[in-house]
């Protein structure tokens, strides 16, 4: 069984906004620390954002100010809402446990004019 399945991504023009949403199973989720984080080809994985169960967040330097996490710990849920998008912002996101575990299949964001 795949633990996340990340959604919400798309191609967005410069400035542009998206909401990414995770869908998590598991027992686990309401007692663990969360994360969004990116990957481009030839490129290391990335932490874009973590959320603690608390609602404590921490953010990677290029999207302070721009990116926000929220989780639903009832609904099994993450989110990432991203504003002001950037062609770097470009990459395949995941969710996952943080530090994380077994990855999904990820969702594709492609910022270009």
């Known amino acids: 069984q795949v633990p996340f399945v990340e959604s919400g991504g798309a191609l967005v023009q410069p400035g542009g906004s998206l909401r990414l949403s995770c869908a998590a199973s598991?027992?686990?989720?309401?007692?663990?620390?969360m994360g969004w984080y990116r990957q481009v080809p030839g490129k290391q994985r990335e932490v874009v954002a973590t959320?603690?169960?608390?609602?404590?967040?921490n953010y990677g330097d290029s999207v302070k100010g721009r990116f926000t996490i929220a989780r639903d710990n009832a609904k099994k849920m993450v989110f990432l809402q991203m504003n002001n998008l950037k062609p770097e912002d470009t990459a395949v996101y995941y969710c996952?446990?943080?530090?994380?575990?077994?990855w999904g299949q990820g969702t594709q964001v492609t910022v270009s004019s």
């Open positions: 959320i603690t169960i608390t609602g404590g967040t």
């Open positions: 996952n446990l943080n530090p994380p575990g077994a």
């Open positions: 598991g027992t686990f989720f309401t007692i663990l620390s």
